[in-house]
């Protein structure tokens, strides 16, 4: 299409040079029947070159025609086409999206129906299952508190299981006079079992007999916190309260166990205690005065005053006292409690 109109523009101006070219003179050339035929031949030439160029500008014009012709059919041809497969296309969409909104709507009513009851079998099972869940919660903490008095049962005996073979092992020790030996072991079982009084009342015994005193009364207060009614361990405290001339501590032991103390071996016992306390003051006179109404009372001979009583906790203190009438007396009174001093023998040392 540029191409012809090209042509169209410059035919007319080939034309009309070539008019002008010979109607004008060529300069001032003399008009010869040469030069006119030579302008003839020439203008013949020019001629059928504008015939030539109009026959290419005809049959491009024709070509043009061809092609847009061509161009036409084919558009209208695909258009065609284009415009029905577009119609089947939006028919088939149309009776797919109909068919498949009938079947939706059909199956989001059947879901629903079918969400609703399946909703309620599972409010149905889950109400089962937390009634299973809770039964057996329950089952559970009674199996884990059995469970838990059968451990509790279990360390318990095996604690008095250990106890016991250390208790043994410690008196055979203690029989033995093995008392430092048989504190590793004391120390050991309550490591496990601090409360074991047993085992409490040997640690007691031990410090006594090696001359600790101050560590005996602090377990015998230790037993006495457990066993508060002990007596046997409460005259042991008083003992070593007096061994030691604590005076106002055996004032608040015995205060409270006062009536069995009292009626010891018939006034047995507190008569020693309380002559125990005057010697470790070194005061012969008050121990002979809390003394002698005792003895006084007592049969003549020897006998053990207080059955089965160990005197080696007031013979460690005799033995550190200075040699004297106080050390000689005190000798005297441990013998006549314990049964190798007659009777008389100690009236005589108390006139």
């Given amino acids: ?29 003399p008009q010869t029947l040469d030069n006119v035929r030579n302008d003839i031949q020439q203008l013949k030439r020019d001629i059928k070159a504008n015939t030539d160029d109009v026959a290419i500008l005809r049959r491009d014009q024709v070509n043009y025609r061809l092609e847009k012709d061509l161009l036409k059919e084919a558009y209208a041809s695909n258009l065609q086409s284009i415009n029905i497969i577009v119609a089947i296309v939006f028919g088939v969409i149309t009776l797919v999206g109909g068919v498949l909104g009938y079947l939706g709507v059909r199956s989001i009513r059947e879901l629903r129906t079918d969400y609703a009851k399946e909703l309620d079998q599972l409010k149905t099972v889950k109400a089962s299952l937390e009634a299973e869940i809770a039964s057996l919660r329950a089952k ?30 410690v008196s055979e020790l203690v029989n033995t006079k093995q008392f430092a030996w048989a504190l590793e072991y004391i120390s050991i079982g309550l490591g ?6 047993r085992l409490l009342k040997l640690k ?28 046997s361990v409460a005259c042991n405290l008083l003992e070593a309260l007096a061994i030691t001339n604590m005076a106002a501590e055996f004032e ?31 005061d012969i006179g008050n121990a002979k005065a809390q003394l002698a109404p005792f003895v006084n009372n007592c049969p003549e001979g020897a006998a053990a005053r207080l059955g089965n009583w160990q005197f ?36 005589a040392a108390l006139a």
């Fill in 1 to 29: 299409m540029p191409r012809l109109l090209v042509l169209l523009l410059v035919l007319p101006l080939l034309l009309f040079s070539s008019v002008k070219y010979a109607a004008e003179p060529k300069g001032n050339q």
């Fill in 140 to 169: 559970q903490a009674a199996v884990e508190g059995r469970v838990g008095d059968l451990t509790k049962t279990n360390e318990e005996q095996d604690r008095r299981l250990k106890a016991l073979e250390l208790i043994e092992k």
């Fill in 192 to 197: 496990f079992d601090p409360k074991n009084t």
């Fill in 204 to 231: 007691a015994a031990c410090h006594g007999k090696l001359g600790e005193f101050s560590a005996s009364i602090d377990t015998c207060n230790r037993i006495l916190e457990v066993e508060p009614e002990d007596i």
């Fill in 252 to 282: 608040v032991v015995y205060a409270k166990h006062k009536a069995a103390v009292d009626a010891h071996n018939a006034g047995a016992l507190i008569a020693y205690l309380r002559t125990l306390l005057a010697l470790t003051k070194g």
């Fill in 312 to 347: 080696d906790e007031p013979m460690i203190i005799v033995s550190r006292m200075p040699d004297g009438e106080l050390k000689a007396l005190a000798k005297k009174i441990v013998q006549f409690f314990q049964g190798s001093l007659p009777t008389q023998e100690l009236k």
